[in-house]
């Protein structure tokens, strides 16, 4: 198991490259590349994820993996909702073929999507949310690379409960496709998390460590929060789980000055580091 966190911590403050290097400076050697803030990117060219620039952004990350020796373990794809009709809801649709074909190319095994709702209706919200990914699924496999389902923070939305992703799971199989858990999602939810690992069983490839209070999505650093830690990594231990643990805990270090920014990331580092030892 190794310590891992998203990029997106320094999402906004430079290349990508120069997000890596401060990542990698704080002691980090597995990264999480979040494809959906890049993806949202448009200025008075287009879209940044339009060729030749994605291209280019793609051939630094994997000069930095080289010249580093750093691990991509997941990624995370376009983040929206997946039946809503816009101009931008129609563009990262197309970025959900493009994420899986960049995970590919970068050598990263999973990446992180989530289910879409249907208010009110759990049921035709599970169709079209199978429906929508299953040629995803297919693609993905093609390509050697993964789909995992995140779960969601919002009350009454489909995916929030460990039931529904596992029902989204069984109906892709012989896909590869799994479950992210996101750890302050499900704080939010107010869900028995041990029991709810469990059920996840196999099914479980990836995680999103990150804290809250309980009643927003805070995306702190653990311990910092309400999440009963000994909790989680308790049933972690008892479901077998072989990932990684990887923070995504950003709120933890952009709200800081600029000056106290790097500080902030070794304490992230330390913290984490503390989680993986109990582990």
């Not at 109906?171 to 704080?187: E, R, T, Y």
């Not at 998390?193 to 927003?216: E, F, P, V």
Request: aromatic share 10%.
């Amino acid at each position: 198991m190794d310590l891992s966190t998203s990029i997106n911590i320094f999402f906004g403050q430079g290349s990508v490259t120069a997000q890596m290097q401060r990542v990698y400076d704080a002691g980090f050697r597995t990264m999480d590349i979040n494809f959906n803030d890049w993806m949202e990117l448009r200025d008075e060219n287009g879209w940044f994820s339009a060729l030749p620039r994605w291209e280019c952004w793609l051939s630094e990350i994997e000069k930095f993996v080289y010249l580093h020796g750093v691990r991509l373990n997941q990624s995370h794809g376009p983040l929206f909702d997946i039946f809503e009709e816009s101009e931008r809801t129609d563009h990262l649709r197309e970025m959900c073929a493009l994420s899986l074909e960049s995970a590919a190319r970068l050598g990263i095994p999973w990446v992180v999507m989530q289910p879409g709702t249907v208010p009110g209706d759990m049921a035709l919200s599970f169709t079209r949310t199978r429906d929508f990914y299953a040629p995803l699924a297919a693609l993905a496999k093609e390509l050697g690379t993964g789909i995992v389902f995140e779960n969601t923070p919002e009350e009454g939305s489909f995916g929030g409960r460990p039931e529904h992703l596992i029902a989204l799971c069984d109906s892709l199989a012989g896909f590869p496709v799994g479950v992210c858990w996101d750890i302050g999602h499900a704080h939010i939810q107010g869900l028995d998390q041990r029991k709810a690992i469990t059920m996840l069983g196999n099914r479980l490839r990836c995680l999103h460590i990150q804290d809250n209070d309980g009643r927003s999505d805070g995306h702190t650093a653990p311990y910092y929060g309400t999440v009963r830690w000994d909790e989680i990594l308790t049933a972690l231990k008892e479901s077998g789980y072989q990932g990684d643990l990887t923070l995504e805990a950003q709120r933890f270090v952009q709200p800081v000055p600029e000056s106290c920014k790097d500080a902030a990331m070794a304490l992230l580092f330390a913290i984490g580091n503390e989680l993986v030892k109990k582990y």
